[in-house]
């Protein structure tokens, strides 16, 4: 409960005014709400009508006339704006409604017509004569008590500060949800883009208000329930970089509404946030150096897998194993968690990573590894291959068949043809040292 004295309280009264170009929001009160709390914690919202109590700011905002200089030129949500000022919350909601001509009217001369307590009694009130408020006022606190009900005496020593004046404030929600009433039935998924770029600007100030950026929201719809089908549905949209602007997660929405079908009719949209992160700062450059345009990399595959579907789009994810061969696998590209965003693996996994001997993964190793001829226990490839380094022994073995057992031993050779190779010989236990087969060797991988 906040105590309004009229000499201490100093209230500015806001209101959005309606423009014939199409709504871009999906409530521009609630809107223009979250965008005054940078100015002051006590806004609240009375019907169409928000309420700024602004003598606690005035010191942080260096007086009453910086802080109005700020909030009068300061780029808003709303297009067009109408502002009252008050020594109480109804003095400045009651000339927020009369004419511009009465803006700076005095108390007493306000009309009854903007004391929303007063309207239903207004036609007893003009036959005894009363229409502003100085002429209420007058008349016997009893005699109104018992005609007109305590509540209109209440509000008007609430509005001439002799009264407590009680609100509770408005307050940045944890979640972000919103609801959008359609204007007509909508029988096509594509279409519903159009409504819900309301909804997702919404979303969009209410991440900049709260520094966060949205990592997932789900978009559902109700549908015409006279249909006998379900009358609910939803989409779920996740990106895996967090950002406050909403455009990319509206051009995903526009990919799958593509490719989306409605049973039924739609008639309201809801929109609800899932999963946001805390942004980051970012460090700028003291050089002159331009941001790269257009979306990044990550952007890029979310949206290729939203058009072409997530199977179609592949990014390799590395695995825990030690043969080469098996060391990576080609997952959906969404599904892949990535420690530096923006960063996709080219398949050369390890390809920095030493082997013993100072030997090195290759270039490009090859899916299946080749086998090679061998002539006098020498492997050949267009010829004979030069060992150089070698041997580096693997030995990998599982409980999921023979074919995970490896027994390798990896060397480095030189092809007068093809340069570096990377070669292998099977060794199984004993068949080399006791046996006079020859081993078998495998080409397994080029370098450049």
Request: one cysteine or more; a positive charge; hydrophobic letters at 45%.
């Amino acid at each position: 409960m906040v105590f309004c004295k009229a000499i201490l309280m100093f209230w500015l009264a806001l209101q959005a005014l309606p423009e014939s170009d199409p709504p871009v929001l999906a409530d521009q009160i609630t809107a223009l709400g979250w965008w005054a709390l940078q100015f002051t914690p006590k806004v609240v919202r009375v019907d169409d009508v928000l309420l700024l109590e602004l003598s606690a700011s005035e010191r942080l905002w260096h007086g009453r006339a910086s802080l109005l200089r700020h909030i009068y030129e300061s780029e808003k949500p709303v297009a067009k704006v109408k502002y009252a000022q008050g020594a109480t919350s109804l003095i400045a909601m009651a000339r927020l409604q009369t004419a511009i001509s009465e803006a700076l009217t005095a108390p007493d001369d306000l009309p009854l017509t903007a004391l929303a307590a007063a309207r239903p009694h207004l036609d007893t009130l003009e036959k005894i004569g009363c229409i502003y408020w100085r002429q209420l006022r007058l008349l016997p606190r009893a005699g109104v008590a018992r005609r007109f009900g305590a509540s209109l005496l209440d509000a008007l020593d609430r509005a001439y500060g002799q009264g407590p004046d009680s609100y509770v404030w408005l307050q940045f929600p944890d979640m972000f949800e919103a609801t959008l009433e359609l204007g007509a039935q909508v029988e096509t998924a594509p279409v519903l883009l159009f409504g819900a770029r309301r909804l997702f600007n919404q979303l969009q100030l209410w991440l900049q208000a709260r520094h966060q950026g949205v990592l997932a929201v789900a978009l559902s719809w109700t549908m015409d329930a006279r249909r006998n089908v379900a009358n609910l549905g939803e989409l779920v949209l996740r990106s895996a970089e967090p950002c406050s602007d909403t455009i990319h997660l509206q051009r995903l929405l526009g990919e799958q509404l593509a490719r989306f079908s409605l049973p039924a009719p739609v008639l309201y949209l809801h929109l609800r946030s899932l999963e946001t992160e805390k942004l980051n700062g970012k460090t700028i450059s003291l050089l002159s150096v331009e941001n790269t345009p257009g979306d990044s990399l990550q952007q890029l595959i979310e949206r290729l897998s939203a058009r072409l579907g997530a199977q179609q789009v592949l990014q390799v994810k590395p695995c825990a194993e030690h043969r080469p061969e098996r060391m990576q696998d080609w997952q959906a590209a969404i599904l892949v968690t990535h420690q530096a965003t923006g960063r996709v693996n080219t398949g050369n996994t390890g390809t920095k990573e030493k082997l013993k001997g100072s030997t090195l993964y290759p270039t490009w190793l090859l899916g299946r590894p080749l086998k090679l001829a061998v002539h006098g226990r020498r492997p050949q490839y267009s010829g004979p291959l030069t060992l150089l380094v070698g041997p580096q022994r693997l030995e990998a073995t599982g409980w999921s068949g023979a074919d995970s057992c490896a027994l390798r031993d990896y060397f480095l050779a030189r092809s007068e043809k093809f340069g570096l190779l990377w070669i292998y010989r099977e060794r199984l236990a004993g068949s080399v040292a006791k046996t006079d087969t020859e081993p078998k060797w495998y080409l397994h991988g080029f370098f450049a």
